[in-house]
């Protein structure tokens, strides 16, 4: 039956604090339990990710001109003594110079110049369709365009941390073969990342002007820097050799605006005019040769990192004064690694070591179509691929493709036909390609069924642990010293196979893997020997919450459904919600069946309106559309939104508030921190994105960018408030949302007098003392706690985000109100929070996103400062992506908590109300762990399906990030609640 709220007198009130430190001691204890399941996870993913998540060995050798280049029948091209290369970031192959009907969208017919002068100048000027390969991040794109190497799916991960290009490249030939300082630069510093030189002394720093690249909300900065310098450095055109100019205002319009904007159409105007200026800078220079690309595309929402053809088709532009190109097929189509061969031949320097691209046939044929240079220059690169084959291992048992090589060979020494040749040699290189994308699709299968095996112990142990856990904090305690000889002998174990394997570089981490496999293992085995002894029997709730796992793990089974997983989510929540509704029709008590029916009602209604908001991935469409912003084609929030955003500051605390009053609980701190500070904190938010909004506007007035300075002084504000502030003071002050009424009973006490009932008057205290909101004293504590950090997750979400996060609380605490109502919380300590971290799955879809890189909302980033600031920038990102799951961990203690009062005097009772905690967040825990798991096995299975670096790939990562989040919040959690259980043993014990 629910939990009524309780007053209690004056004479229950403890005048003593005893145990104080053995409860100290048992909070210790239970976060034993969260970490090691933590640490387990962490382990397992490790090993998982190393088999999956494909990286590539880079060789260090460095190319040199061979023989053949000084071959008498090799004819090369007529190389350039300077290169220009303008780097348009996101710069999309229909933006350079399409054409429209007069309806046309706002980025056709704005760069045209390209377009033009290939039309007009074909042998001066070619347009290509520049296809990268995924992943579509910038970091990864300018190491192919350098290397001329392939990308694995791995370094997506690096691209807001860029590692120095060990590897050969072209720049670095051009730094060894033409001297130091002979290298311009101004743009984008990722390239500081990649080559390090451009900073410390290489490059002429009087050359060099690097610029903050990751701020996406400022489309400016950036290029107007860029523009600055590049028409002086022109004019020094003696000083180098090579001029970088990477602009980022097309990518960051994309990012913040979306493709098909007044914004994009306003930069892509600002780059035709910077390409045409230099164009003319260099009209009459028959020595300098112009390169326009883009590293990648974007898609129709403006983001990229997908292979989306929006994301992957990129513009090439190719320029002299002088013909030196074969006309070509304006729709003609090359791979971005094909720049690498081509432009170290342009600019006479040897082809990087580790390239795998072809030249492009129309630079190298030339005006005249000269089969002879273009047969040249594809058989030194198939020299210098062939050289690379023979130095990487992985190549054995690929004859076929040597055999190619042998044929284009013989036929070069015996033929004069150089079209043959040039076929031949082009098809070596072609196969070769095909060959590479192949062999580093090559999963380490036994590392991936290690972390699964690794996941099915932690998670048998979970369950065992869930199920033979007998709520003391012994328990715990008892376990870990059960397993902690287990994981040393594990240890010296995995000691002794890395040695006799030969393995002595890895030994430590061969010994941590059987160390905690072998606890876990022996774990479970220990867990199960005792299960028989559990007399309790499995109550359907717990049956259901099993159910509700295994379920949702078996999405990840299609690509279908993790498509349209957002969906099959709402359906296991409605679902859940109707079986709450047939209960709750069951309770003999009129009023209590009217409150758990309306209550059910309302949870299957919020599980539905979670579905609504969303942004819509390219495998949905058409049958799904976008409504989280105010278009499909931007990233900017609707006014509409923030008009709702404003009004959930007006409503949520009311209906916290609604919710503390069924038990007398809105009282003490209550209203300061519910009703006064987080409505502000709300109203604040609201500010922030309204700011946002007008500096967005493209009618705005210039001297709007002068809210830049208020929209960081509010976002501050609330970051110091939120994460620092709120949950300091809560920690600091443990407060109670309490009310003491006191009554002087002295006149009942002579009215008893008088009327001769003494035995009543000597039984009556002279002063009486009642307690409100006794009767949910943890529930409220710690729900004080939880909104805080729900204003913190808040701040950081879209504003359509922020109020799906708002329905998430309320959520919350309808499920908290039917579990109180149908006594769930004893029935069954898994259900609710099993619930809870379906829930989490379901509001990250809410939230705006989706299991795809290009779903993260990167600009969010730029939330407190103007560029990037760790660890703010971290955790704006963090609370944006992992919200959801934090919130749904730290939710955990109240189901435990909920309409729970405490027993005075009774030191036992709160160090079982820790137990219970522990229970609950192994639930949750068990929830996280099965679906990664349940995620590492599909993807296992379906490593070789099409759609696997699409589609499976982001699910696994998203699971993994989930599992984390989740049981570091049920570490905090755990902490949390201790803290709070203590804080009341302070007041009642």
Known sequence: MPRSPRTIPASSVPRAHKHKSQLKHATRLSLLVPVWFLTLHLLALVLFALGFLLSRPILPDIAVKSASYSSPDVVLPRAFKRTVVILIDALRHDFIGSSGDGNEAYYLNALTTPLMLSVSQPEHAAVFKFIADPPTTTLQRLKALTTGSLPTFIDAGSNFNGAEVTEDSWIGQVLSSRGDGRTAFAGDDTWLSLFPSLSHGTYDKNLTFPYESFNVWDLHTVDAGVTSHIGPVLERRDEWDVLIAHYLGVDHAGHRFGPDTPQMKEKLLEMDAVVKNVVNAIKDDDETLLVVLGDHGMDEKGDHGGDSKGEVEAGLFLYSSRPFLAPVDQAETINQIDLVPTLSFLLDIPVPFNNLGSPIASAMLGPDRNFQQLASACRIVAEQIHGYRSHHPSFEGTAAVTEIYSAASEAWNTSKDYELISDLYLAYQKQNLKTCREMWARFDVPSMVAGIVVFVASFGTLIVFYATFDGSVECPSDYLNFLAPKIGLGGLTGLAVGAGLGYLQSRLAIATVFGLAMGSILGFVRGMNRLPSVKSPVSKWTVLALLSIILHGILFASNSYVVWEARSLSFLLVSFGFTLLAVSFRLPDTKIRATAVFHSLVFIIQSRVAEYPRVCREEQLP??????????????????????????????????????????????????????????????????????????????????????????????????????????????????????????????????????????????????????????????????????????????????????????????????????????????????????????????????????????????AFLFTESIRPPLTHIALIFNTLGPFILAGLAVPLTVFYKLSPSPRDFRASEAIMGRVVRAGTGAMIYAGGLTLTSCIMTLILRRHLMVWKIFAPRFMLAGAAVIAIDLAIVASTFFAGKAIEGVYDVFG
């Open 623 to 860: 049958f799904c559309t976008s409504n989280f912003y105010a278009s499909t084609a931007s990233s900017v929030s609707s006014l509409t939104a923030l008009i709702i955003l404003f009004g959930t500051a007006v409503t949520l605390p009311a209906i916290i508030k609604s919710f503390l009053r069924t038990s007398a609980s809105y009282e003490g701190s209550a209203p300061l921190w519910v009703g006064t500070g987080l409505r502000v904190v709300l109203l604040l938010v609201g500010l922030y994105w309204t700011l946002d909004y007008v500096e967005a506007d493209p009618n705005s007035p210039a001297h709007v960018e002068q809210l830049k300075m208020y929209k960081y002084v509010v976002s501050r504000l609330l970051f110091g408030v939120t994460v620092v502030g709120a949950p300091l003071a809560w920690f600091r002050g443990v407060p109670l949302c309490l009310r003491v009424e006191m009554t002087n009973n002295q006149q009942k006490i002579k009215q008893a007098v008088q009327n001769g009932d003494v035995d009543t008057a000597s039984k009556t205290s002279p002063v009486s003392v009642e307690i409100i909101g006794f009767g949910n004293t943890y529930g409220s504590l710690y729900l004080l706690l939880f909104v805080s950090i729900f204003a913190a997750v808040s701040l950081c979400m879209k504003p359509v985000g922020g109020i799906a996060m708002a329905g998430m609380v309320y959520q919350i605490l309808t499920l908290l109100e039917l579990g109180d109502v149908l006594d769930l919380f004893t029935i069954s300590p898994i259900v609710t929070p099993t619930v809870i971290a379906i829930m989490g799955t379901q509001y990250y879809f809410a939230t705006g996103h989706q299991a795809t890189l290009a779903s993260i909302q990167w600009d969010v």
